[in-house]
């Protein structure tokens, strides 16, 4: 199975999931549900949870029969995405109208409908993260999980990176700065994808501290490459307005050093990435297709 069949077996699976966990509804919620679903199922990558389940195979062999466990912690990572995008899109943040070649969720349901859709999909998550459904992963764990996602999640990460990407515009960025934005902004919930799948199969300290860096670059590197593609790709790539970077003056690689060398400072990222998973077995071959392919993606 090469890595493109492997994402869409693993995104499938997630897929599934995800209609059990955030089913539609026919009561008085039944509108509110379908905006956070609207962006849930609106065609996204799967990237964050395919990596906690990579991340688990690596250190444990589940024989692609994943724990209840396992696949609640995947997909509260989606929704956590999932809600991320569509604040980001709101007039008042980066003012998107098109999100994966559709209308952004607050074109269809209005500013307050998409607020309270990113709203219940964070909140939801956590109660993902907590239910009790009696499998091997211990309750420590579990709270283990929830804390690395809640700091992923918060100031400490998305939110305090996509609050410095606002303040940041239009100014003029060093370095250090542009690579803590992106570290918080993007790669937090990445490397805490990562992170909760070596918790989840109950990896050693060491091996966990090695996913840790793994998540820590490729998370730099997917961000990079978003980078790159906002300049290079189309509009149907990307399934958004191209060049919005740009136009609003943002902080990004491209602006910092140029296409070539920020392509050279992804492909440095990737390396260290797989650098890092030096001590891992063929089990971790995932996570080594998964770093090249982020690299070589288009969309």
Known sequence: MNITQYIDLKRKQVDRALERYVPEQKNSLAEHVNAMRYSLFAGGKRVRPILCLAAAESVKDFNDAFPETVMLTACALECIHTYSLIHDDLPAMDDDDL??????????????????AGDSLLTHAFDLLSR?????????????????????????GMAGGQFLDLTHEGKEVEYDALREIHSRKTGALITVSVQAGGVL????????KSLTRYGIHIGLAFQIIDDLLNVEG???????????DAARNKATYP???????????????VQEALAALDGFDDRADRLRDLAQYILSRER
């Open 99 to 116: 999100r994966r070649g559709k209308p952004t969720n607050h074109v269809i349901f209005g500013a307050a409908g998409a607020i309270l």
């Open 132 to 156: 009790d459904v009696m499998e091997t992963v211990s309750a420590h764990d579990r709270l283990t999980i929830i804390s690395l996602i809640s700091k992923a999640a918060g100031f400490e």
């Open 201 to 208: 199969g109950n990896s050693s300290p060491e091996r966990f």
């Open 234 to 244: 189309t509009e149907e790539q990307l399934g958004k307005a191209a060049g919005s």
């Open 255 to 269: 602006a910092l050093f140029g296409v070539a060398k920020t392509r050279e400072k992804a492909e440095e990222a």
